[in-house]
């Protein structure tokens, strides 16, 4: 038997009952923008930088460095063809506008790398940028190698 209830409308039902009347609403709302305004939903994470790091949940030791500036720019280049990635096109666009480079190493071999911005005018897509204010940064461009990805294969 054909249901009466449209397929999209049985969905939102199941939203707003699910998720409750807040969660509906943005979703309503995101619907209604969409051919005015791109936007993507984001985690945000409120860290206070100077409080102590909690204890990790990985189960290996692994080490982290910061390359940013001019000074450690060779250096960031190396460690990212270590990893057999293709150095970004924008490389040294990133360095200058202030960028870091965060590389993992898992024992002497980096294993992962990641970058954070800490100024505004980093490009996300369809010509939209970050808006980033004083204190504040955005984590992008993650890379784990293959072999450690989640899920491991046993």
């Known amino acids: ?3 009466p209830i449209p397929r999209g ?3 939102a039902m199941g939203i707003l009952r699910w998720r ?3 969660h509906f609403f943005l979703l309503v709302l995101r619907e209604v923008l969409r051919p005015l305004i791109y936007w993507y939903a984001w985690n945000i994470y409120l860290t206070d930088l100077q409080e102590p790091l909690t204890q990790p949940y990985a189960k290996g030791k692994f080490n982290v460095r910061i390359f940013a500036g001019d000074k450690d720019r060779e250096i960031a280049r190396e460690q990212l063809a270590s990893l057999d990635e293709p150095l970004p ?3 040294d ?3 200058n506008r202030g ?3 965060a590389v993992i190493y898992g024992g002497p071999e980096p294993v992962a790398f990641g970058w954070m911005t800490f100024s505004s005018g980093m490009e996300l897509a369809y010509g939209t940028t970050w808006i ?3 204190q504040e940064g955005t984590q992008y461009g993650s890379f784990v190698l293959p072999k450690l990805a989640w899920p491991r294969h046993l």
């Open 1 to 3: 038997m054909i249901n």
């Open 9 to 11: 409308w049985r969905r």
């Open 89 to 91: 096109v924008n490389f």
């Open 132 to 134: 980033l204010h004083a």
């Open 99 to 101: 960028d870091a480079l």
């Open 20 to 22: 409750g009347p807040g």
């Open 93 to 95: 666009q990133r360095i």
